[in-house]
């Protein structure tokens, strides 16, 4: 039977290249060929394998259905077409079928799920389409499902949880949606797991490490993950391969107990600092966090890392130097710590990595001059534009030379020696006597009854600020703080109205806050701080001291009426007034820059301490302004992460709920601690929760609350006004008209952003907390990503399409969102000489099109020497497919397009 059956698959078999078949006849028995390693069949044993690699062109003659007792069939690397005989299905006694790096097209026969023997499947890099039969689910004794590289589509069958001898599962660079059925994580058998490229969504659940502990490669790039990198991770110590990349993954980088050898974290939304245990990685050859919203210093364990070959870090938020210890890793062949707040000089020892082929530094803050040697003398390899204070280098890097002068040393006359010493004396002792005279002066200030503090100059008396008040009438009583009480005010007949704050001196530091807000406010200026036109420090008519505060009035109260609206009794019958998503991000905004400003743009870095919804005043135009100054701190010479001195000895109390738990154990005052105010603020303003509610007791605070409902369960946090908010119709921008009651995705989507920064700024330890630099870039990019103002056309994707070697031509086609062709160009003809150089031009035609259209996404597949060739950027390694996407990108950017991805094209099955 069986012999037959073969004898008719070659007769079907139009093209054998290599002979192989020729032998098969009836006198001479195929299974003494050189075809494939089988068992004799002269005294009636079965032939059970066929090996037909490397040979065909056609379509698989459906005979093959009748070989009932084949075991394995292996026919990949072939050019086979058409469909999958579903009658394949009849070889009940197939183990292991292999027909991946075919032009096979059509669907999956779920017919193949009924062969109970079935190990081995394996259909990748072919053209396959249609949804995973679920039928597979049955096969008992599958190990490895593998279908890579085609285009399926809908859902992983929820089947599939019931291979329990899996260990191998490919479905990556296809178009599966949904989320993974939760049963395939029990499955403990699995140690290859590739989903990557896909649109799967959902989250990792908490303890895929101890589900899956037998996990080598576990690859979930480029999908739609949400949630944090759980801990139990750490667990799965044989993970060699973690590739997270390309989802919206949030929370820290956590630390793991292991080494991979690869590990990608890039294009996701992490915070933090990096763990210490990075150093920890004795074997990790490929790190790659670029993307993210990582902060703080290069760690210097890193450098411990000494098997690194490829190091991203770009476009995070990382400062500080480039740790010496990085001068360990001698094996780098690529490094990347472009678009970053770096400072100081290029270490010179990057000169002597030798293996060193792409360095991109670009976009940073360093200075000093530029090494010649090495990698700096390609240009092409190195890319260092955007530092303005470097200098030197290479001519072709156009900088500025270096000013100073190498060994030549002018020598001083004794005349010249004599004049500069006398010079030096005079300008200490004016100095000496300026620093006298400004101390006196200051002294003498100090004891005027008035002072002005603004360009508003008032002299004001307590009989003035009386009348202006009606005799501090309770009708024009604005608000109460910790010192004192706040009132309207009408000066000048009307022409200026005012806020007084009248400070009540029978609290016994009430007297060193009015002097710390007058020093505090002295001499600041800023859009987003209350302004003081003046003080008056007086006596009442009975004789007691008086201190008062003349400030700006701000027409809307301040942010904590808003959040928390208590009708008066003429407001009943009226609309509670409301903030809106976009007026708390814009306030939350406008309080940030205060503090950015009282921190690092001061002459002397001021610390607020007292930072809380009722301290931020809201104008008429509904700007944000920090106000109450009562607390503030100076930081003397100080830097940002140092101990500070104080200017006066009034405890560090702040506001429960509100103070960081530092300032509890008796730690000195620091920015930090503003930050985590801030975080708490901005946690109250879109939660509409107070960090003092009941709800909050024992070890549950309004940080844990709402981390531990990040992302999935925003909706159950977040303030009910935020979701079903409608826009008015003077509204810039008005996105939100029909949206539901949940909310648009986008918003929520905006929501999350917000919440995952304020949980960063009010973490645990000082250190860890985010900066306000970093704060405020994110802000700014999340207003704009809610208004859609980084959208100014519709998003369209250029793809170089490239045939295979016979062809005659190669094209580039435009496609928008849907994926309908909008337009279209072609290489044919005199032009194409070889398949790699009509490669070259089609992908340069793509690249100029797309930037000559200002497209705003350009998706290359293709050979990556023949890339690299078409934007005349020479890649010396071919096997470094990550370098490719940074040397597109940087080509794109002096062409001012909006981004660029890599489509991967390498086979894994």
Request: glycine share 8%; proline share 4%; net charge neutral.
């Amino acid at each position: 039977m069986d012999r037959l059956a073969l004898l008719e698959f070659k007769a079907k078999i139009i093209n054998d290249p290599f002979q192989v078949m020729s032998s098969w006849n009836d006198s001479f028995h195929f299974c003494h060929g050189k075809v494939s390693p089988v068992v004799d069949d002269i005294r009636g044993s079965p032939c059970w394998t066929y090996n037909l690699q490397n040979c065909f062109h056609d379509e698989i003659p459906l005979e093959i259905g009748r070989l009932r007792r084949l075991q394995f069939l292996l026919l990949s690397n072939n050019t086979f077409s058409g469909k999958i005989p579903s009658n394949i299905s009849n070889c009940s006694s197939l183990e292991e079928l292999r027909v991946r790096n075919n032009l096979l097209t059509g669907e999956i026969p779920a017919m193949l799920g009924t062969m109970s023997k079935l190990r081995v499947f394996s259909m990748s890099a072919n053209n396959l389409i249609g949804r995973i039969p679920p039928s597979f689910g049955n096969l008992s004794f599958l190990e490895l499902f593998g279908s890579t590289y085609n285009n399926l589509h809908g859902i992983i069958p929820d089947s599939f949880g019931q291979l329990t001898k899996l260990e191998q599962l490919g479905l990556g660079v296809n178009k599966l949606s949904g989320k993974i059925p939760h049963s395939i994580f029990n499955i403990s058998s699995i140690n290859f797991f590739d989903i990557g490229d896909n649109q799967i969504q959902g989250h990792l659940p908490s303890d895929i490490g101890i589900t899956l502990p037998n996990i080598k490669l576990l690859h979930i790039g480029n999908n739609r993950f949400t949630g944090s990198i759980p801990f139990s991770i750490s667990n799965a110590s044989n993970l060699d391969t973690l590739e997270l990349d390309g989802n919206k993954l949030r929370g820290k980088v956590i630390g793991l107990s292991f080494s991979p050898i690869r590990l990608d974290l890039s294009a996701n939304q992490f915070t933090g600092v990096l763990p210490m245990e990075l150093g920890n990685f004795k074997i990790l050859e490929y790190l790659d966090i670029s993307e993210n919203m990582l902060f703080g210093k290069i760690q210097e364990s890193l450098g411990s890392c000494v098997k690194l070959e490829f190091l991203a870090m770009r476009r995070n938020h990382f400062q500080g130097i480039i740790p010496p210890s990085l001068a360990s890793l001698r094996g780098l062949r690529s490094l990347d710590l472009s678009n970053n707040n770096l400072s100081g000089e290029i270490p010179k020892i990057l000169e002597n990595f030798v293996f060193l082929q792409i360095l991109n530094l670009s976009y940073n803050h360093f200075e000093g001059e530029v090494p010649i040697d090495g990698v700096f003398k390609n240009m092409s390899a190195t890319s260092i534009r955007g530092n303005d204070k470097l200098c030197g280098g290479m001519p072709k890097f156009q900088f500025p030379k270096c000013k100073y002068e190498k060994s030549k040393k002018r020598k001083l006359t004794l005349t010249l020696k004599l004049m500069i010493s006398i010079f030096s004396g005079l300008i200490g002792v004016s100095l000496v006597l300026s620093l006298l005279l400004l101390f006196c002066l200051r002294k003498k200030r100090k004891e005027n009854i008035s002072s002005d503090l603004g360009n508003f100059v008032l002299n004001l008396s307590y009989q003035s600020l009386l009348k202006a008040t009606n005799g501090f009438s309770s009708t024009n009583l604005i608000g109460v703080g910790s010192f004192g009480s706040v009132y309207k005010g009408i000066l000048d007949e009307g022409r200026h109205t005012v806020a007084i704050k009248v400070f009540n001196l029978l609290h016994h530091e009430a007297s060193k806050s009015f002097k710390i807000e007058c020093e505090a406010l002295r001499n600041i200026r800023h859009r987003n701080l209350v302004k003081v036109l003046t003080s008056c420090s007086s006596i009442d008519y009975q004789g007691h001291d008086f201190k008062a505060l003349v400030m700006e009035i701000m027409g809307n109260g301040n942010l904590d009426e808003w959040l928390h609206p208590t009708p008066r009794i003429n407001e009943t019958l009226e609309e509670p007034r409301n903030l809106s998503l976009l007026q708390r991000l814009n306030i939350a905004i406008d309080v940030a820059n205060a503090l950015d400003y009282l921190h690092h743009h001061c002459q002397t870095p001021i610390v607020h301490c007292d930072l809380k919804p009722s301290n931020v005043l809201i104008d008429d135009e509904m700007i944000g302004h920090v106000g109450d100054f009562g607390l503030a701190r100076f930081l003397f010479n100080a830097i940002q992460d140092s101990s500070i001195n104080q200017s006066s000895s009034i405890g560090v109390r702040g506001t429960i709920g509100y103070t960081p738990p530092e300032y509890g154990m008796g730690n000195e005052v620091s920015i930090y601690g503003d930050i985590y105010s801030y975080g708490i603020l901005l946690l109250e303003m879109f939660t509409g929760k107070k960090p003092t509610d009941n709800i909050f007791q024992d070890s549950l605070n309004l940080h844990e609350f709402v981390k531990a409902a990040l992302p999935e369960r925003v909706i159950d946090i977040i303030d009910p006004i935020l979701l079903w908010e409608r826009e008015g119709e003077n509204r810039v921008n008005d996105i939100t008209c029909n949206e539901s009651q949940n909310g648009s995705p986008k918003r929520l989507e905006c929501l999350i952003f917000i919440l995952e920064i304020e949980v960063a700024c009010s973490v645990e330890f000082p250190r860890e907390r985010m900066n306000m630099g970093a704060v405020i870039i994110e802000l700014h990019s999340i207003r704009k990503k809610f208004l859609g103002t980084n959208i100014h056309r519709q998003r369209f994707q250029a793809t170089a399409v490239f045939s295979d070697l016979k062809c005659s031509g190669f094209g580039a086609i435009i496609r928008n969102a849907a994926g309908e062709v909008m337009a279209g160009m072609s290489v044919k003809g005199p032009y194409v000489n070889d398949s790699e150089e009509a490669e070259v031009l089609a992908c340069r035609k793509a690249i100029e099109f797309t930037v000559e259209a200002s497209f705003s996404e350009l998706v290359i597949e293709g050979d990556s020497a023949n890339v690299m060739r078409a934007i005349s950027i020479p890649l010396a390694n071919k096997s470094l497919l990550g370098h490719i996407y940074e040397d597109i990108c940087s080509y794109l950017d002096r062409l001012h397009s909006a981004s660029i991805s890599w489509v991967r094209r390498e086979k894994i099955w």
